[in-house]
Nanobody, 124 residues
Framework: QVQLVESGGGLVQAGGSLRLSCVAS????????MGWFRQAPGKEREFVAAISRSGVTTNYADSVKGRFAISRDSAKTTLYLQMNSLKPEDTAVYYC?????????????????WGQGTQVTVSS
């Protein structure tokens, strides 16, 4: 498994932006399909976005399409999530995840490497 460490969370006003980072180590980052998930208090963890090994193909939850952008930098072994036009309902702990093989990109069960999470709070 690859080790993952997220950063970049914080408190932001509605309409603002944040960029989350996830640094990978321990395995070849470019071999992993990567994703972002989030979990709000009292709710189940949900899919946010995913990106292919090459970075060419991306997938987003409908709730974040047009506002969030996932990207990766293989040289820096880092995954990013640019979040714009943030809403209070985006408040959650955000987790990055990775897997060598993923058939259903938005399925939590497909990912076997997880970070510890970073808190994002959007105030109204």
């Amino acid at each position: 498994q690859v080790q993952l460490v997220e950063s970049g969370g914080g408190l932001v006003q509605a309409g603002g932006s944040l960029r989350l980072s996830c640094v990978a180590s321990g395995r070849t980052f470019s071999n992993y399909i990567m994703g972002w998930f989030r979990q709000a208090p009292g709710k189940e963890r949900e899919f946010v976005a995913a990106i292919s090994r090459s970075g060419v193909t991306t997938n987003y939850a409908d709730s974040v399409k047009g506002r969030f952008a996932i990207s990766r930098d293989s040289a820096k072994t880092t995954l990013y999530l640019q979040m714009n036009s943030l809403k209070p309902e985006d408040t959650a702990v955000y987790y990055c995840a990775g897997s060598l093989f993923v058939s259903i990109w938005n399925s939590i069960k497909e990912y076997d490497s997880w970070g510890q999470g970073t808190q994002v709070t959007v105030s109204s």
